[in-house]
């Protein structure tokens, strides 16, 4: 029996996936045991998995990222991304780069210490360590113990060519492409980090573990076995790093299909969806649900163009959305407006969805065959829009300058088509799942001695 340790950052939308893969994992014997802050011991306890605390980042979000407590550093910094949200691509991306700085490699020693400490309790095979938690991959370095790399987001979040760099999207919409300019600003901020993070990342090296080899990029460093990317094989994907096993999930669903609606949930849909009435989710994420003017104009829109009522998650602006005089007189028949949603369960009713373009939300409305009208603001959203544009299996347009007639106008084109599964769009992908990548993974990654 393999004995494997899944190590996720807390968020909720890496700890999710992460919980699916670690229980399929599990189904296939392995013993599995979920490292996180205690806030998500819950969800492991729900996966089957066993639990032990580790913290890998100063950051967290446990479902909606106001609400959730945060240090004072990390809450201004959350305030000035949103901010900078207002203010389009390059404010964003540059804003994110600088906060790189400061909150991707928190405590290096301290979370070697704890991954330390952490093994000799456990001992386990090996570990499969989100990509984004650098301070763990870099801890797991220096102490040589085997782990799988898994890429929570747009595969390109792994560089592999000379010339490509984290924080600068690989690909882009044509609506929200910027200028020359402010690309080569953009890419002079992300070399400039790439350039830092390698130092800190050597420097921890000699401090920590001058016998093991500096890695040459930091943000490449990843494992030498396999690397699990929850994403599609598209074939215009930039390639995967030269060493490790490929692996694309497609998407990390449960294989059993998504849990049954709870009461609540289930008289929601069916208030909603009277007399055949189609259903649009509208979701922007843990932490974009904050940009309400934005939820208020794409609702707004939806319901003035389109027969269909609307379900959206408005995080801590439920009471912002509501007042809205867009949407203060809508059909309470017809609009639901919820701080969160369960989003994987409502998906096979939708007829449509917008959103951030999150890797989950691209991968899930995939995987159910639902269009999107996609509304990128940040990191890899919008390599991530241009992908389900070129995959047809959606629409990017610029939140920033969306009106309720253009959000209207282009849901009521995916409820006009007739619904396309997964097989039908125009790049095929193969949505494998979960099972599928526990069982190769299994298959590549060694047993310890």
Same mark, same amino acid.
């Given at each position: 029996?393999?004995?494997?340790?899944?190590?996720?950052?807390?968020?909720?939308?890496?700890?999710?996936?992460?919980?699916?893969?670690?229980?399929?994992?599990?189904?296939?014997?392995?013993?599995?045991?979920?490292?996180?802050? +205690? #806030?998500? /011991? %819950? =969800? @492991?306890?729900?996966?089957?998995?066993?639990? !032990?605390?580790?913290?890998?980042?100063?950051? $967290?979000?446990?479902?909606?990222?106001?609400?959730?407590?945060?240090?004072?550093?990390?809450?201004?910094?959350?305030?000035?991304?949103?901010?900078?949200?207002?203010?389009?691509?390059?404010?964003?991306?540059?804003?994110?780069?600088?906060?790189?700085?400061?909150?991707?490699?928190?405590?290096?020693?301290?979370?070697?210490?704890?991954?330390?400490?952490?093994?000799?309790?456990?001992?386990?095979?090996?570990?499969?360590?989100?990509?984004?938690?650098?301070?763990?991959?870099?801890?797991?370095?220096?102490?040589?113990?085997?782990?799988?790399?898994?890429?929570?987001?747009?595969?390109?979040?792994?560089?592999?060519?000379?010339?490509?760099?984290?924080?600068?999207?690989?690909?882009?919409?044509?609506?929200?492409? +910027? #200028?020359? /300019? %402010? =690309? @080569?600003?953009?890419?002079?901020?992300?070399? !400039?980090?790439?350039?830092?993070?390698?130092? $800190?990342?050597?420097?921890?090296?000699?401090?920590?573990?001058?016998?093991?080899?500096?890695?040459?990029?930091?943000?490449?460093?990843?494992?030498?076995?396999?690397?699990?990317?929850?994403?599609?094989?598209?074939?215009?994907?930039?390639?995967?790093?030269?060493?490790?096993?490929?692996?694309?999930?497609?998407?990390?669903?449960?294989?059993?299909?998504?849990?049954?609606?709870?009461?609540?949930?289930?008289?929601?849909?069916?208030?909603?969806?009277?007399?055949?009435?189609?259903?649009?989710?509208?979701?922007?994420?843990?932490?974009?649900?904050?940009?309400?003017?934005?939820?208020?104009?794409?609702?707004?829109?939806?319901?003035?163009?389109?027969?269909?009522?609307?379900?959206?998650?408005?995080?801590?602006?439920? #009471?912002?959305?509501?007042?809205?005089?867009?949407?203060?007189?809508?059909?309470?028949?017809?609009?639901?407006?919820?701080?969160?949603?369960?989003?994987?369960?409502?998906?096979?009713?939708?007829?449509?969805?917008?959103?951030?373009?999150?890797?989950?939300?691209?991968?899930?409305?995939?995987?159910?065959?639902?269009?999107?009208?996609?509304?990128?603001?940040?990191?890899?959203?919008?390599?991530?829009?241009?992908?389900?544009?070129?995959?047809?299996?959606?629409?990017?347009?610029?939140?920033?300058?969306?009106?309720?007639?253009?959000?209207?106008?282009?849901?009521?084109?995916?409820?006009?088509?007739?619904?396309?599964?997964?097989?039908?769009?125009?790049?095929?992908?193969?949505?494998?799942?979960?099972?599928?990548?526990?069982?190769?993974?299994?298959?590549?990654?060694?047993?310890?001695?």
């Amino acid at each position: 029996m393999a004995r494997v340790v899944v190590i996720s950052p807390p968020f909720h939308s890496h700890a999710r996936p992460l919980a699916a893969l670690g229980s399929a994992l599990k189904r296939y014997g392995a013993r599995v045991d979920f490292a996180c802050t +205690p #806030a998500f /011991a %819950d =969800l @492991a306890t729900r996966a089957g998995l066993g639990f !032990a605390e580790l913290a890998v980042t100063r950051n $967290a979000n446990t479902g909606v990222a106001e609400a959730t407590r945060q240090g004072r550093a990390e809450a201004a910094r959350l305030r000035d991304f949103l901010d900078a949200t207002h203010h389009g691509p390059t404010a964003t991306l540059l804003v994110q780069a600088r906060h790189r700085r400061a909150d991707m490699l928190p405590d290096p020693e301290d979370v070697l210490r704890g991954l330390a400490d952490l093994d000799r309790r456990l001992r386990p095979d090996w570990y499969l360590v989100d990509q984004l938690s650098y301070s763990a991959t870099l801890a797991l370095h220096c102490l040589d113990l085997p782990y799988a790399t898994f890429c929570p987001g747009h595969p390109s979040y792994l560089p592999a060519s000379p010339d490509a760099f984290f924080g600068l999207p690989h690909a882009w919409p044509d609506t929200l492409r +910027p #200028a020359a /300019a %402010d =690309l @080569a600003r953009l890419r002079d901020a992300a070399a !400039a980090n790439d350039t830092a993070f390698t130092a $800190a990342f050597q420097a921890v090296v000699r401090r920590q573990a001058p016998g093991r080899p500096a890695p040459e990029r930091a943000f490449t460093l990843c494992s030498p076995h396999a690397v699990v990317f929850n994403y599609p094989s598209l074939p215009w994907l930039p390639p995967a790093p030269a060493g490790p096993r490929a692996l694309y999930a497609g998407h990390l669903l449960s294989d059993a299909g998504p849990d049954p609606l709870d009461e609540h949930w289930q008289a929601v849909l069916a208030r909603l969806t009277t007399d055949g009435r189609p259903l649009v989710l509208l979701a922007l994420g843990t932490f974009l649900s904050a940009r309400d003017d934005v939820l208020t104009t794409a609702a707004a829109g939806i319901l003035r163009h389109t027969p269909a009522s609307v379900i959206m998650a408005a995080g801590d602006r439920v #009471a912002a959305v509501a007042a809205d005089p867009a949407l203060r007189d809508a059909d309470p028949e017809r609009l639901h407006v919820a701080s969160v949603i369960p989003q994987q369960e409502l998906l096979p009713h939708a007829s449509a969805m917008v959103h951030h373009g999150g890797n989950n939300s691209f991968t899930e409305c995939l995987h159910a065959g639902v269009p999107a009208l996609v509304l990128p603001f940040s990191s890899d959203q919008f390599a991530i829009a241009h992908d389900a544009e070129r995959a047809g299996a959606g629409r990017c347009l610029d939140p920033n300058t969306l009106t309720p007639d253009a959000a209207g106008h282009a849901v009521a084109a995916f409820l006009a088509a007739p619904p396309q599964p997964t097989e039908a769009l125009p790049a095929r992908p193969h949505p494998r799942g979960p099972a599928w990548a526990a069982r190769e993974l299994l298959q590549s990654m060694p047993t310890r001695p």
